[in-house]
């Protein structure tokens, strides 16, 4: 009796002394917070830390370089917008729907499925809260249309709020899609019941979406909140996610993690720059709105630390494709290569379209400075969480999706078995990788704007065979120096297809509607 009483004296010794330190909560749960920081049209280049000739600093993504992990070779799974979100959020590769090619608009069907799992239907099964701050494109349902009438007051269907996201506040979709205004849960905050257009910038090929606004629709015009204001999306996305973290702090110490995706506005055009960063870089205004960006991201992570999440919480930092085409205009003006010297840029089927900043942070996990030369893709997010929270996946969901905590622990170990990326363009042609192998699956033009299918003559190439590890900017095609590994790879890209899924499990069903760019194999 008199040991059992001093045992339980010892443990509320010790309770007390834990909580007088505030060092931690019993409730506390071992399950990490997650956010995930999306942006968009970023280019591998567009990080100081990993590109040192950067014509701007990038701080904030360095401390995540030099905090946590590097994947060098890592990509989103298209070079354009909503496919890569749909693969981001579902493991599953968007050509799989009735999405073959481009992007969507602000108001329609949601791409994502009724009843497909996302991260966030995961993570909220699994006892998270869940939020969704910025930009979603992957359209939403409004009551009425431009013609017939818009009823703003109704709320709008198949978004964020229906797809696993306890919360959501953001905008629709791109600043040049149409419907600018901000959206909470299911509402729209300000009805756009006025109109504007692009308005083009001082930078060649760059515009604004600027007042003033008309009262009439003409051609070319979208629909526009009255006190919408480009310069201030990313300012007003980003206090919101601050915000949230604040107000998430104390659930996860009673044991409710949560998990933030922050898909943001930048760099894509507009390049809206607040006020407070103009004129701040040296590559002009692009340079100034990335600086905008990374200081965003930067109030993010200040907010994990100040809360006291940052040793348990992943940070998933990317972006959703390669550098828009102003890239060049960046590089012949001052010097600051977005894309590297990986060929294209944003649309392409080459490197620059779809190799991006592919970072991760999480200090109770993450060895900091790691680093890890294996391709991977953003599909690979939902398996690599399932893993971490003990989830299984069904055999109809994370189709395409490969768990990355082996090289999340040990970076040094940097294979994953029988893994596969492909890789997916504007205009809707294929890649795939194996190792240092990429194989297009087409003879391109070579050009910036998304290269399309291009006859071979005789005795040409049909498709595009390159060794990255020794030719990362695709320059010379080893097409007829290595048969064996275009067959290989032109069976297993069939075989990926034809299977419904990359990964071990079922066969699945898919959308073969409409698909002319499978030109070396028949679906039946």
């Not at 509402?187 to 109109?195: A, D, H």
């Not at 999306?233 to 659930?251: F, H, M, P, Q, R």
Request: hydrophobic fraction near 35%; charged fraction near 25%.
């Amino acid at each position: 009796m008199i040991k059992m009483k001093l045992q339980l004296n010892k443990t509320k010794l010790l309770f007390l002394l834990v909580t007088l330190c505030g060092l931690t909560s019993f409730a506390q749960t071992d399950k990490p917070n997650i956010v995930i920081i999306y942006t968009d049209d970023q280019g591998y280049g567009d990080v100081s830390a990993l590109n040192p000739e950067a014509k701007f600093k990038t701080p904030n993504m360095d401390r995540l370089v030099h905090e946590g992990l590097t994947f060098t070779d890592g990509h989103s799974s298209d070079a354009v917008c909503t496919p890569s979100r749909y693969s981001l959020l579902t493991g599953c590769y968007s050509w799989r729907t009735s999405l073959k090619k481009d992007v969507l608009h602000a108001d329609g069907p949601c791409l994502i499925e009724k009843g497909r799992m996302t991260i966030a239907s995961l993570l909220r099964d699994k006892g998270y809260n869940t939020a969704m701050i910025g930009k979603w494109h992957l359209q939403m349902e409004f009551v009425g249309d431009e013609k017939g009438g818009r009823d703003w007051s109704k709320p709008f269907t198949d978004g964020p709020v229906e797809k696993g996201f306890d919360y959501f506040f953001g905008i629709p979709a791109s600043m040049n899609y149409g419907i600018l205004t901000y959206l909470e849960n299911d509402r729209v905050l300000e009805p756009p019941t006025l109109f504007t257009k692009k308005k083009l910038d001082v930078t060649p090929r760059t515009y604004r979406m600027t007042p003033p606004y008309e009262t009439e629709k003409k051609k070319g015009y979208v629909e526009v909140a009255p006190s919408f204001n480009d310069e201030l999306v990313l300012e007003t996305l980003t206090n919101k996610a601050v915000e949230y973290i604040g107000k998430s702090a104390a659930d996860y110490k009673k044991g409710k993690p949560f998990f933030l995706y922050l898909p943001l506005t930048s760099p894509h055009l507009p390049h809206c720059t607040h006020p407070d960063f103009q004129g701040k870089s040296n590559c002009g205004n692009y340079g100034d709105f990335m600086q905008e960006t990374d200081y965003r991201v930067g109030q993010v992570l200040d907010a994990l630390k100040a809360n006291g999440l940052e040793e348990n919480t992943l940070v998933l930092f990317s972006s959703d494709n390669g550098a828009e085409t102003n890239y060049e205009y960046q590089k012949k003006t001052y010097q600051h290569y977005s894309c590297m010297n990986f060929k294209g840029g944003k649309r392409d089927i080459y490197e620059g379209g779809h190799r991006v900043p592919f970072l991760m942070r999480w200090p109770k996990v993450i060895k900091a400075g790691s680093k890890v030369d294996e391709p991977v893709c953003q599909t690979d997010y939902l398996a690599t969480i399932a893993e971490i929270v003990g989830a299984k996946l069904p055999d109809n969901a994370a189709e395409d999706s490969y768990s990355l905590l082996p090289l999340m622990k040990s970076p040094k170990n940097t294979k994953i078995a029988d893994k596969y990326v492909i890789n997916h363009s504007f205009t809707g042609h294929f890649a795939i990788r194996e190792g240092k192998w990429k194989l297009n699956m087409l003879r391109g033009s070579g050009g910036s704007l998304a290269p399309v299918m291009i006859e071979p003559k005789a005795g040409e190439a049909p498709f595009e065979l390159y060794d990255l590890d020794k030719d990362p900017g695709e320059t010379k095609n080893l097409y007829f120096e290595h048969p064996e590994v275009v067959k290989r790879l032109t069976e297993k890209i069939t075989a990926i297809v034809k299977n419904g899924r990359s990964t071990k499990g079922k066969p699945q069903p898919f959308v073969k509607d409409n698909w002319k760019q499978l030109t070396w194999m028949t679906l039946k």
